[in-house]
């Protein structure tokens, strides 16, 4: 672990916990279909922005971990997962709402269909990629030492993906929120974490 990088991600943990933070309030208000389409760009648009700030701060803490093959995984597979998130963010939250404004038979009913179908599969995908991303990040940061939020990383990650894996869960409204809304959190508690210790002059006192 790098001490002088560790100090320097004081404030992007302090932009993680807030923006996941923010992320998870906003999931609980997710539109639904009878919201307007202002309302479902303005909500889709907020989390879009949000979740976009996860993959740069945790690329911060790959190269305060030290980067090796486990730390490149652990981002590679989060920013995929973040690509995921983001394309089914957009079908649902612009896409979708854009084809509601052409009068009444233009849109045949199987692009909606088909809309919906890309959406579940780029959000499921993503939504595995990014939980294999943050079991790996828990696994390095239980390799060094941060045994805590790297035990709760790796449960929450392995645990997030692999319920989507088996069918136990899905991306629907309900599955969606509570495979988001863990992630979130975990990221919330890590943010908090690296905003805490950044003062710490030694980071083997997690």
């Known amino acids: 672990m790098d001490t002088d990088k560790l100090q320097s991600l004081r404030w992007a943990g302090a932009a993680l916990a807030g923006a996941a933070v923010l992320a998870a309030v906003l ?29 740069a701060v945790l690329g911060l803490v790959a190269r305060a971990l030290g980067w090796n093959l486990l730390t490149a995984l652990a981002l590679a597979f989060f920013v995929f997962g973040t690509l995921g ?52 990040f828990g696994a390095a940061l239980w390799r060094a030492d941060w045994r805590i939020i790297g035990g709760v990383g790796l449960f929450v990650g392995a645990m997030s993906a692999g319920l989507l894996v088996v069918g136990v869960t899905d991306m629907q409204f309900e599955g969606a929120i509570l495979t988001y809304v863990a992630q979130l959190l975990w990221l919330a508690a890590l943010g908090v974490r690296l905003f805490r210790l950044a003062s710490v002059s030694s980071p083997s006192n997690p």
């Open 85 to 136: 998130a983001l394309l089914a963010g957009t079908i649902n939250g612009f896409v979708v709402p854009a084809m509601w404004a052409y009068p009444d038979g233009e849109i045949a009913p199987g692009v909606t269909d088909l809309a919906w179908q890309m959406n579940q599969a780029l959000a499921t995908l993503g939504a595995i990629s990014a939980g294999t991303g943050i079991a790996l």
């Open 27 to 55: 999931m609980h208000y997710h539109p639904h279909g009878d919201d307007t389409a202002t309302q479902i760009r303005v909500s889709h648009g907020a989390l879009l922005l949000l979740i976009a700030i996860q993959p």
